[in-house]
């Protein structure tokens, strides 16, 4: 397994329990992740992601994506996604 740092948490929303992150890589849905920061260390896989509050199944560099996660997650806090 490997991990590629492919963006970071630029948000953080309580309700619904949701991620706003700045991609610096390409990520689709079905995609494992994990989001690792100081208190942060927390894998998922992405079922769904919005851009712009729209449903999309992928996004690329650039694009800010809001996620729902399983637990806080905090501004600043790494993305990974991990790759077999």
Do not use: C, W
């Amino acid at each position: 397994m490997s991990e590629e740092i492919i963006g970071k948490v630029s948000d953080f929303f309580a309700k619904p329990v949701v991620a706003g992150i700045e991609l610096t890589g390409a990520l689709k849905v079905g995609d494992k992740i994990k989001i690792k920061g100081h208190t942060t260390d927390l894998e998922m896989t992405i079922s769904s992601m919005q851009v712009n509050n729209v449903n999309v199944t992928q996004a690329n560099p650039g694009d800010s994506i809001g996620i729902k996660v399983l637990d806080k997650v905090r501004k600043g806090d790494h993305v990974y996604i991990i790759t077999a």
